[in-house]
Antibody, heavy 118, light 108 residues
Framework: QVQLKESGPGLVQPSQTLSLTCTVS????????VHWVRQPPGKGLEWVGA???????DYNSALKSRLSISRDTSKSQVFLKMNSLQTEDTAIYFC????????????WGQGVMVTVSS | AIVLNQSPSSIIASQGEKVTITCRAS???????LHWYQQKPGAFPKLVIY???YRASGVPSRFSGSGSGTSYSFTISRVEAEDVATYYC?????????FGAGTKLELK
């Protein structure tokens, strides 16, 4: 069955780099795009970026200068790296699979809470 | 980027009541690419309605959606206690994908 699971540090210091991994199973990264969505505490959903099935990427324009998304198809893993973290980056980070023809998110990971604090 | 203006931001309803949420897009989008999610506290968002009006697998028939162009709506015909959640619209019509700000549904 389709599964996605985020992993990474729960606490990051300001100005440091966040590294998250999304490990997927039940589908191929070359068949489905994977997106990152984040949610600050008590707030709404914000699209962070995507790695498309073909391997290209797109990023939220507000985060683009600090963000990188990549993948290792042999390990079925997607990586998010965001540098120069600020307290405003404190959020739950979800990875989610995109349905390839209608562009909705059909499977989600449980999310990982990332707190930016010294 | 297409902005989705979702309203109201919160609803307090009685069990059995009908509730409607609207989602207005800053530009016209294809109805194929407008979707609705339900998020309960502590959980990931769950797809409820895709392509404006199609219920996702296992979603009760009291949930429905409609709309076209820039104006879309999501309706729960008779609210039940288990429907307490925050609901979001999302567009996949153009990159970057965007979400509405959410509507929090509470019971009276």
């Amino acid at each position: 069955q389709v599964q996605l699971k985020e992993s990474g540090p729960g606490l990051v210091q300001p100005s440091q780099t966040l590294s998250l991994t999304c490990t997927v199973s039940g589908f191929s990264l070359t068949s489905n795009s994977v997106h990152w969505v984040r949610q600050p505490p008590g707030k709404g959903l914000e699209w962070v970026g995507a790695i498309w099935s073909g391997g290209s990427t797109d990023y939220n324009s507000a985060l683009k200068s600090r963000l990188s998304i990549s993948r290792d198809t042999s390990k079925s893993q997607v990586f998010l790296k965001m540098n120069s973290l600020q307290t405003e980056d404190t959020a739950i980070y979800f990875c989610t699979r995109e349905q390839p023809t209608l562009y909705y998110f059909d499977y989600w990971g449980q999310g990982v809470m990332v707190t930016v604090s010294s | 980027a297409i902005v989705l203006n979702q309203s109201p931001s919160s609803i307090i309803a009685s069990q059995g009541e009908k509730v409607t949420i609207t989602c207005r897009a800053s530009s016209s989008i294809s109805s194929n690419y407008l979707h609705w999610y339900q998020q309960k506290p502590g959980a990931f968002p769950k797809l409820v309605i895709y392509s404006t009006s199609y219920r996702a697998s296992g979603v009760p028939s009291r949930f429905s959606g409609s709309g076209s162009g820039t104006s879309y709506s999501f309706t729960i015909s008779r609210v039940e206690a288990e429907d307490v959640a925050t609901y979001y619209c999302q567009q996949g019509s153009s990159n970057p994908y965007t979400f509405g700000a959410g509507t929090k549904l509470e019971l009276k």
